[in-house]
């Protein structure tokens, strides 16, 4: 090369929050919320998977898999919230929108809209609503 090198551009890192010393309370309610919910997906996700298995109900499966798989992402968003990591919020975040999503599903059909559904809609927006919250966001380093 022939002349000076044209300077560098420095990077700058986006601001965060600073972190608190104390895990907030919401983020003890949440974390074990989603960790309780998940467990007892994965319980009845399984009880079906074996019993869809034990009939030969093919039919069954796929939903008993994606129970269980929906199960392990809400267990390791609770433990990823708790711990305090970016992607624990974001998956949390993730697993009550589609939470939501998959309740309301039904309805676009001939379902009724019973009482189930609407304490999952109310269950899972308030999940939504309290990870928003700025305690939540500050223990997660902000994403």
Not at 37 to 56: E, F, M, R, T, Y
Not at 73 to 87: D, E, H, K, P, T
């Amino acid at each position: 090369m022939d002349g000076p090198r044209p300077p560098l551009r420095p990077t700058y890192a986006r601001q965060r929050p600073p972190r608190p010393d104390v895990r907030p309370r919401s983020v003890w309610v949440l974390s074990s919320l989603l960790v309780l919910v998940g467990v007892a997906g994965a319980l009845v996700s399984a009880i079906l998977l074996a019993d869809a298995i034990d009939h030969g109900d093919e039919d069954v499966v796929p939903f008993a898999v994606a129970g269980l798989v929906m199960a392990a992402l809400q267990i390791a968003s609770g433990v990823g919230l708790f711990v305090g990591v970016r992607w624990g919020r974001t998956g949390a975040l993730l697993i009550c929108a589609a939470s939501i999503l998959l309740v309301v599903a039904p309805v676009l059909g001939d379902a009724e809209f019973g009482p189930g559904q609407w304490f999952g809609v109310v269950f899972y927006g308030s999940m939504l609503f309290a990870l928003t919250s700025e305690n939540v966001h500050r223990w997660t380093s902000g994403d």
